[in-house]
């Protein structure tokens, strides 16, 4: 016979998930629901369909009312915004899913039985923990395994997105997952020691731990981790390198490092990144991004990035991270100890340090993310549009910028504007057409006004 508690636990589960996928199917793509005005660049788009351009009357308006070097926003392809919605589904089934392993390992009781096999195995707590935290990552990684198939490596290779092999990106979901792991064996090692040191202020001494694992790994990452999976070098076009590391320099740069990595090997879509934080702090150049931009939008994508390398971006993800972790802590102690007391016989084990607690932790962890998802993508997108306005204000290449997004709209398959809903739990970046409009229009310098970040630039006399 079920338990009650794990009947009620697929219940909520089932019914969580089904009015999110409902929210889901109700969206609409959202560049109808804006009053942007778009215009068609893709001759395969049926103008009778829901994703027709505007009226003619209101684009010829629109046209006539920009400037020489304004860009369109255009509109995505069908098969853009299939690849839109099957994407909010996925990402649906993945969030409810990361919820459901660490509950249904938990209220089943089998967090407790593994408690104690570990403990009979192990019998120094350290010793323990590592067992326990690599079988729980074990059986996350086989259980999360088909829905991130389907989601990830299927879906991309279907919409003609991923050139990744299936072998590849097995060993980038086991490198990811057990890198995470070995992370989480130092937090809940050091984690357990404190709670039974200091029972009523653990939370706050783990914060700071944590946020000391954060930094960590934000500065191993580029170094250890990423060059396991692709490689990085210097950039290859020496031209290209020579503009992009003269614009570095520009932007207040000294010494910068400008890694281009192969990802045409994984992916034929588009981006640059900074990874690393302090002394491993780089700029990285997807090798797909010469294949669609020319060289002037290249040089303004990675005045994009320079932007968050100047501003200090990572930093600032760092402090947000951290925060949400220690909220977390601090909740886990506050409602952890109310479950563990209300379920014990249920979950197998009695106190917070007990090993079997791990999946509480994680748990907790992963709705309280879910529930400061507005707050953090907020951030997110202000920072990135922060990072789009340096960028203007270093190259004052505004149609370049424009065009960009472009190309990242019609490669990556994206959308214009997405649904505010969308916007609200998914998007760190603001929308390409927001981007876009924002590329046409910022233009301070031409009525004599001072950039925002003029003063970080070194001068040159040509402009």
């Given at each position: 016979?079920?338990?009650?508690?794990?009947?009620?636990?697929?219940?909520?589960?089932?019914?969580?998930?089904?009015?999110?996928?409902?929210?889901?199917?109700?969206?609409?793509?959202?560049?109808?629901?804006?009053?942007?005005?778009?215009?068609?660049?893709?001759?395969?788009?049926?103008?009778?369909?829901?994703?027709?351009?505007?009226?003619?009357?209101?684009?010829?308006?629109?046209?006539?009312?920009?400037?020489?070097?304004?860009?369109?926003?255009?509109?995505?392809s069908?098969?853009?915004?299939?690849?839109?919605?099957?994407?909010?589904?996925?990402?649906?089934?993945?969030?409810?899913?990361?919820?459901?392993?660490?509950?249904l390992?938990?209220?089943?009781?089998?967090?407790?039985?593994l408690?104690?096999?570990?403990?009979?195995?192990?019998?120094?707590?350290?010793?323990?923990?590592?067992?326990?935290?690599?079988?729980?990552?074990?059986?996350?990684?086989?259980?999360?395994?088909?829905?991130?198939?389907?989601?990830?490596?299927?879906?991309?290779?279907?919409?003609?997105?991923?050139?990744?092999?299936?072998?590849?990106?097995?060993?980038?979901?086991?490198?990811?997952?057990?890198?995470?792991m070995?992370?989480?064996?130092?937090?809940?090692?050091?984690?357990?020691?404190?709670?039974?040191?200091?029972?009523?202020?653990?939370?706050?001494?783990?914060?700071?731990?944590?946020?000391?694992?954060?930094?960590?790994?934000?500065?191993?990452?580029?170094?250890?981790?990423?060059?396991?999976?692709?490689?990085?070098?210097?950039?290859?076009?020496k031209?290209?390198?020579?503009?992009?590391?003269?614009?570095?320099?520009?932007?207040?740069?000294?010494?910068?490092?400008?890694?281009?990595?192969?990802?045409?090997?994984?992916?034929?879509?588009?981006?640059?990144?900074?990874?690393g934080?302090?002394k491993?702090?780089?700029?990285v150049?997807?090798?797909?991004?010469?294949?669609?931009?020319?060289?002037?939008?290249?040089?303004?994508?990675?005045?994009?990035?320079?932007?968050?390398?100047?501003?200090?971006?990572?930093?600032?993800?760092?402090?947000?991270?951290?925060?949400?972790?220690?909220?977390?802590l601090?909740?886990?102690d506050?409602?952890?100890?109310?479950?563990?007391?209300?379920?014990?016989?249920?979950?197998?084990?009695?106190?917070?340090?007990?090993?079997?607690?791990?999946?509480?932790?994680?748990l907790?962890?992963?709705?309280?993310?879910?529930?400061?998802a507005?707050?953090?993508?907020?951030?997110?997108?202000?920072?990135?549009?922060?990072?789009?306005?340096?960028?203007?204000?270093?190259?004052?290449?505004?149609h370049?910028?424009?065009?960009?997004?472009?190309?990242?709209?019609?490669?990556?398959?994206?959308?214009?504007y997405?649904?505010?809903?969308?916007?609200?739990?998914?998007?760190?970046?603001?929308?390409?057409?927001?981007?876009?409009?924002?590329?046409?229009?910022?233009?301070?310098?031409?009525?004599g006004?001072p950039?925002?970040?003029?003063?970080?630039f070194?001068?040159?006399?040509?402009?």
């Open positions: 016979m079920r338990p009650k508690h794990t009947t009620r636990l697929s219940i909520t589960c089932a019914s969580v998930l089904t009015v999110v996928v409902l929210l889901l199917i109700w969206l609409k793509p959202a560049y109808g629901q804006d009053e942007k005005k778009i215009v068609n660049v893709d001759e395969s788009v049926n103008p009778g369909t829901a994703l027709a351009v505007a009226e003619e009357e209101s684009i010829a308006s629109d046209q006539a009312s920009q400037t020489d070097d304004s860009v369109a926003v255009p509109t995505p069908e098969k853009a915004v299939r690849f839109y919605r099957s994407g909010l589904w996925w990402w649906s089934v993945q969030e409810i899913w990361s919820w459901f392993i660490p509950a390992i938990l209220f089943t009781g089998l967090s407790g039985r408690g104690r096999f570990t403990e009979r195995i192990g019998k120094k707590q350290v010793i323990v923990t590592i067992l326990f935290v690599a079988i729980y990552f074990l059986i996350d990684f086989l259980l999360t395994l088909p829905v991130n198939y389907f989601a990830g490596y299927a879906r991309a290779h279907a919409y003609g997105l991923s050139n990744q092999t299936l072998g590849r990106w097995l060993k980038g979901a086991a490198v990811n997952s057990g890198t995470m070995v992370l989480y064996i130092i937090g809940f090692a050091v984690l357990r020691i404190l709670i039974q040191r200091s029972p009523r202020r653990w939370w706050a001494y783990s914060s700071a731990v944590v946020a000391a694992i954060i930094f960590f790994y934000l500065m191993i990452h580029p170094v250890w981790v990423a060059p396991l999976l692709n490689r990085y070098g210097p950039l290859q076009d031209t290209l390198e020579a503009d992009i590391l003269a614009l570095a320099d520009r932007a207040g740069i000294e010494g910068g490092r400008v890694f281009e990595v192969d990802m045409s090997r994984d992916t034929k879509a588009l981006n640059a990144s900074v990874r934080i302090g491993t702090k780089r700029i150049f997807w090798d797909t991004l010469t294949s669609r931009l020319d060289h002037d939008e290249v040089l303004v994508v990675m005045a994009h990035e320079m932007g968050h390398y100047v501003l200090h971006h990572m930093y600032r993800t760092w402090i947000s991270i951290s925060l949400v972790y220690g909220l977390g601090f909740l886990t506050r409602m952890g100890r109310r479950i563990i007391q209300k379920y014990q016989s249920r979950l197998g084990f009695q106190n917070l340090h007990d090993v079997g607690a791990v999946p509480l932790f994680m907790i962890s992963g709705i309280l993310f879910f529930a400061m507005p707050l953090l993508n907020a951030d997110s997108r202000y920072r990135e549009r922060q990072a789009d306005q340096f960028a203007l204000e270093l190259t004052h290449n505004n370049a910028m424009a065009q960009s997004f472009v190309a990242l709209q019609s490669t990556n398959l994206a959308v214009p997405a649904h505010w809903f969308d916007k609200l739990l998914r998007r760190t970046h603001p929308s390409l057409g927001e981007r876009i409009d924002f590329a046409n229009t910022y233009r301070p310098w031409e009525e006004k950039g925002r970040y003029d003063k970080l070194a001068p040159v006399n040509n402009r």
